[in-house]
C-alpha cells in the first residue's frame, strides 16, 4: 500500500526559533499534499493544500507567512513553522494524494509530528 | 460549504458485541464520497471504509459496514464482532468530487469507541 512517512515524528524548539516538518510520498508521486492540525481530542483542521510546483492555498484563517509550506517535488512537501510560540504546540498530520483518474484520488496519510513550543 | 456531524463524541461496547456510529453531513452536491477514517493512539490515521455516493449499495469491509441513507444525509458505521484493536478515535469525513483541485477532506468531530473486555 502506499506509505507516507513524516519527520521528524518529535520536535521541541524554543519560542521564536522556526522548525521544519518534512512529508514524503514513498511509493507513489504524490500530486497533492494536504497539511493539517490536531489539537488534543479533536478533529483534525485542515490548514492547506499544496500541489507540486506551485503556490499553496491556505485555509482561511491560516496565516502564510507563519506556516510555510513548500512543494518541490513529487515525493515531498515541508511545512516550516516560522517564529513558533506555545500556542504553535500542536499535531501536524499531513497527507498525500496520487493523481489518477476515477476514484483513485485518495488520500494517505502520514503519522504525524508533534511540536512542542517551549 | 459542507459540514460533517458526529453526535456521539464517546461511546463504548463490550468486546464481540456490535456497535453503530452515527455521522450526518451537509451538502448541496450529489457527487462525493464518504469515509470512516480510524485514529488508534498511535495517532496514525487509517481507512476504514469508503463510500461513493452515487452507489446505492452500501460498503463492506469485513466486520466493518456502513448504512449510507444519501436523501437523509446519514452515514452510520456498523462494527460487527468488536475487538479490542477496534479501541480508536473514528472519524467521518466528506470529500467533495465536483472539482478535481478542490477535494479537500471535511472531518466531523469524531467518535472515541471503547471496547470493554
Known amino acids: 500500500g502506499a506509505v507516507v512517512s513524516q519527520h521528524p515524528s518529535w520536535v521541541i524548539c524554543k519560542s521564536g526559533t522556526s522548525v521544519k516538518i518534512e512529508c514524503r510520498s514513498l511509493d507513489f508521486q504524490a500530486t497533492t499534499m494536504f497539511w493539517y492540525r490536531q489539537f488534543p481530542k479533536q478533529s483534525l483542521m485542515l490548514m492547506a493544500t499544496s500541489n507540486e510546483g506551485s503556490k499553496a492555498t491556505y485555509e482561511q484563517g491560516v496565516e502564510k507567512d507563519k506556516f510555510l509550506i513548500n512543494h518541490a517535488s513529487l515525493t515531498l512537501s515541508t511545512l516550516t513553522v516560522t517564529s513558533a510560540h506555545p500556542e504553535d504546540s500542536s499535531f501536524y498530520i499531513c497527507?498525500?494524494?496520487?493523481?489518477?483518474?476515477?476514484?483513485?484520488?485518495?488520500?494517505?496519510f502520514g503519522p504525524g509530528t508533534r511540536l512542542t513550543v517551549t | 460549504a459542507q459540514t460533517v456531524t458526529q453526535s456521539q463524541p464517546e461511546m463504548s461496547v463490550q468486546e464481540a458485541e456490535t456497535v453503530t456510529l452515527s455521522c450526518t453531513y451537509d451538502?448541496?452536491?450529489?457527487?462525493?464520497?464518504l469515509f470512516w477514517y480510524k485514529q488508534p493512539p498511535s495517532r496514525q490515521m487509517i481507512l476504514v471504509i469508503r463510500q461513493e455516493a452515487y452507489k446505492q449499495q452500501n460498503a463492506t469491509e469485513n466486520r466493518f459496514s456502513v448504512n449510507f441513507q444519501k436523501a437523509a444525509k446519514s452515514f452510520s458505521l456498523k462494527i460487527s464482532d468488536s475487538q479490542l484493536g477496534d479501541a480508536a478515535m473514528y472519524f467521518c469525513?466528506?470529500?467533495?468530487?465536483?472539482?478535481?483541485?478542490?477535494?479537500?477532506?471535511?472531518f466531523g468531530q469524531g467518535t472515541r469507541l471503547t471496547i470493554n473486555p
Open positions: 497527507s498525500a494524494r496520487a493523481g489518477g483518474s476515477g476514484s483513485s484520488y485518495e488520500q494517505y
Open positions: 469525513a466528506y470529500r467533495s468530487d465536483l472539482i478535481q483541485g478542490a477535494q479537500k477532506l471535511v
Open positions: 451538502t448541496s452536491e450529489s457527487d462525493y464520497y
